[in-house]
């Protein structure tokens, strides 16, 4: 069974910065594709990055440039992080972590908890 936390998450104001945490645990765990989806009030959920096991990273086209993502692997656990950076107002949302099985689609996706991002001033 996996198993994600999500932490890091907090007020910003534009243009600051924030990394977030996600640990994922479970048999395997390591050749999991992760990553982060976002969702704010009153939208659907919407992907933000991906990370594979091979460390290949791809951006959404509203966070390129701004947003790292990155993983360090150890047994039966993986640490994603999201390094967002020029915040702006619009990144305000519930940041989902997630995780799935290599070469499976994204109904085998696990979720945390999320955790909040607000970007005010």
């Known amino acids: 069974q996996v198993q994600i936390v999500e932490s890091g998450g907090g007020l910003v104001q534009p243009g600051g910065s924030l990394r977030l945490s996600c640990s994922v645990t479970?048999?395997?765990?390591?050749?999991?594709?992760v990553g982060w989806f976002r969702q704010a009030p009153g939208d659907q959920r919407r992907w933000v990055s991906t990370i594979t096991d091979d460390a290949n990273g791809e951006y959404a086209e509203s966070v390129k440039g701004r947003f790292t993502v990155s993983r360090d692997n150890a047994k039966n656990m993986v640490i994603v992080y999201l390094q967002m950076t020029n915040l702006k107002p619009e990144d305000t949302a519930r940041y989902f972590c997630?995780?799935?099985?290599?070469?499976?689609?994204?109904?085998?996706?696990?979720w945390g908890q999320g955790t909040q991002v607000t970007v005010s001033s």
């Open positions: 997630f995780g799935r099985p290599k070469y499976s689609d994204g109904s085998h996706r696990s």
């Open positions: 479970g048999s395997d765990i390591i050749t999991y594709t």
